[in-house]
């Protein structure tokens, strides 16, 4: 046999155990936690009741600051030295989930808060514009694209749309002035299981 050939050889052996090293968490193994990374920022994911999940984000220069959501999909309260915000839904969220293709909900609630009025309603509208596969280092993972518009009564406040893992209940990316020259992705570039 010839060096090439032998070495050839070495390489394709080695290739299917450089592919299973990566560390990808799924759906079975997401409930133990994950790490999801970027450039100056760090966000550790835990599955918590129900369909709550708590994030742990750590940002350059800023400070932590913790995050539980619904299913990882869009955000229930926020808290951290300079931030607290609750939002109270008024809607049946149970009804928002499996997420499908072209599937929609429109959900009322009131943000809580010592200078929020609560007595204005606000809402959140989540459609499902299609479904793509999205890279994290090694790792692929099945995303739907969901536009999110937040509204105050009639006025509307925010539009973008996320990158939603539902296998691991997490948003991956999100998508700020879709369709315009101002377009711009703020997205994770790595995973990995969480060890502590």
């Not at 149970?94 to 809580?112: C, D, T, Y």
């Not at 406040?157 to 992705?185: N, W």
Request: glycine residues 6%; aromatic residues 10%; proline residues 5%.
């Amino acid at each position: 046999m010839t060096r090439s050939r032998f070495t050839l050889l070495l390489i394709a052996a080695l290739l299917p155990a450089a592919a299973h090293g990566a560390d990808c968490p799924s759906a079975n193994t997401a409930d133990k936690g994950f790490v999801l990374e970027t450039t100056g920022a760090r966000s550790e994911f835990r599955k918590a009741e129900g369909p709550i999940v708590k994030t742990v984000n750590h940002f350059d220069g800023s400070p932590r600051q913790t995050v539980f959501s619904f299913a990882g999909l869009f955000d229930l309260a926020r808290f951290s030295k300079d931030e607290q915000y609750v939002m109270h839904p008024l809607s049946d969220l149970s009804r928002i989930l499996p997420l499908k293709k072209r599937s929609h909900a429109n959900i009322a609630f009131v943000p809580l808060g010592p200078i929020e009025p609560a007595d204005t309603r606000w809402s959140l509208e989540l459609t499902v514009a299609g479904q793509e596969s999205f890279s994290l280092g090694e790792c692929k993972y099945k995303v739907f694209r969901i536009k999110q518009v937040t509204k105050k009564g009639d006025e509307q406040i925010d539009v973008l749309s996320v990158l939603y893992s539902p296998e691991l209940q997490a948003t991956l990316a999100k998508v700020y002035d879709e369709g315009t020259a101002d377009e711009f992705t703020v997205r994770y570039d790595r995973i990995q299981s969480l060890t502590q």
